[in-house]
């Protein structure tokens, strides 16, 4: 079992003494657009340039995703799309990429549909959350997982779960939006390993024209009470936008915008849109030469 947070750290020192640029992290709706086609997407995103993954397990009440990854996820599960899938995905990309930071993306409700109701009675808040995750964070390990990200899952109501993926070896990843107080930053600097999870604008998920103003300040907010490496999503989608988060931050996390390049591409031709994509994005290939 790796050590607690140690191929992020890894990934982040390595880049760090290669200078070049932030590390990309694509999410990828397990399933979408099918459960079969997942795997090849992963292995493209691999050759495309991406140097971890957040992999997101398909759930019917996304509160956090906008309206592409709301539709791959309902595809998806019509697709017949499970936890089962994602934590399959995982398993591609570690045989493919065996140092690679791969993080678990979901919600709280499929993770904890892993235990029987009669498991879930009768316990405290923290015991209801935490050992029902005991199942799926030895399932996740055994798969490759480093970390998870539990979407609605407040910070004060998270250190079951934590101390329950720590002892499997996994980091419980932490979201920050810009709109965080100094109090909820503190809180979530206390308990982070691996990286946090910058939200570079309020709301949903969703392709963005240009990055946010403010994501400097609110950069520099975290950065002044953490050293834990910082990644920042939400509305990222071109190769400026990328550079940009790349003079702040050590890595970048692109969503909607791949899950919309799936979606636009014929069949049979996704997993080379994927590719293609993610090379442009991480600067590997031209945009208007396409070399």
């Known amino acids: 079992m790796p050590e607690l947070g140690q191929r992020y750290r890894a990934a982040f020192a390595a880049s760090a003494e290669r200078g070049d640029g932030p590390l990309l992290f694509p999410f990828l709706a397990a399933g979408f657009p099918t459960p079969a086609e997942t795997p090849e997407l992963v292995r493209a995103a691999l050759r495309g ?47 493919e990429s065996p140092d690679a930071p791969l993080t678990l993306m979901g919600y709280l409700n499929p993770f904890l549909a892993h235990a029987s109701s009669s498991d879930r009675s009768d316990r405290d808040p923290g015991s209801a959350v935490g050992e029902p995750l005991d199942a799926l964070a030895r399932r996740a390990a055994e798969a490759g997982v480093d970390g998870v990200i539990i979407v609605d899952l407040p910070v004060d109501e998270s250190d079951a779960a934590r101390e329950v993926l720590a002892g499997h070896g996994i980091s419980l990843i932490y979201l920050l939006a810009p709109t965080s107080t100094p109090e909820r930053i503190d809180a979530v600097a206390r308990r982070a390993s691996g990286f946090i999870y910058l939200l570079s604008l309020t709301g949903v998920t969703g392709a963005r024209d240009q990055v946010a103003r403010d994501l400097a300040d609110f950069v520099g907010r975290v950065r002044a009470r953490t050293d834990t490496p910082l990644a920042v999503g939400f509305g990222i989608s071109r190769r400026e936008h990328v550079v940009q988060v790349g003079t702040m931050v050590p890595a970048a996390i692109i969503g909607s915008a791949l899950t919309a390049t799936i979606a636009s591409a014929p069949p049979g031709g996704r997993a080379a849109a994927v590719e293609r994509y ?13 070399e």
């Open 278 to 290: 993610l090379e442009v994005v991480t600067g590997r290939r031209s945009e208007t030469t396409g």
């Open 49 to 95: 340039g991406a140097a971890g993954f957040e992999i997101g397990v398909p759930f019917s009440d996304p509160l956090a995703d906008g309206p592409v990854h709301q539709d791959a996820y309902n595809v998806a599960l019509t697709a017949g799309a499970t936890l089962e899938t994602a934590l399959d995905a995982v398993r591609v990309a570690r045989a």
